[in-house]
Nanobody
Framework: VQLQASGGGLVQAGGSLRLSCAAS????????MGWFRQPPGEEREFVAA????????YYADSVKGRFTISRDSAKDTTFLHVNSLKPEDTAVYYC????????????????WGQGTLVTVSS
């Protein structure tokens, strides 16, 4: 599975973006998908995850109610809608594919995209 993340950019606090993660490979539908982020100078952290069917979603407490993860299996694409952005959401956002539903551990994800930068100005 190869992953290509896109959709990042510079946005003012309170704004929104839609991040996309396009997957290639025949096993996309068998993978759980996750989004992680790495703020400048910090460790990578879990943001959200979605199971194979798209019926179950999981979120970090810091983004609950503001971010929404979804997937379109027909297009082999996972989305992260990020709303009500705050300066502390500034980070490189990575999508990842794994096998354990709902996992928040980077080590449970086998494939990673290259990351897309989200910068939120105050």
């Amino acid at each position: 599975v190869q992953l290509q993340a896109s959709g990042g950019g510079l946005v003012q606090a309170g704004g929104s973006l839609r991040l996309s993660c396009a997957a290639s490979g025949r096993t996309f539908s068998k993978r759980v998908m996750g989004w992680f982020r790495q703020p400048p100078g910090e460790e990578r952290e879990f943001v959200a995850a979605i199971n194979r069917s798209g019926g179950d979603t999981y979120y970090a407490d810091s983004v609950k109610g503001r971010f929404t993860i979804s997937r379109d299996s027909a297009k082999d694409t996972t989305f992260l809608h990020v709303n009500s952005l705050k300066p502390e959401d500034t980070a490189v956002y990575y999508c990842a594919a794994g096998r354990i539903s709902g996992s928040d551990r980077p080590s449970d994800y086998d494939y990673w995209g290259q990351g897309t930068l989200v910068t939120v100005s105050s």
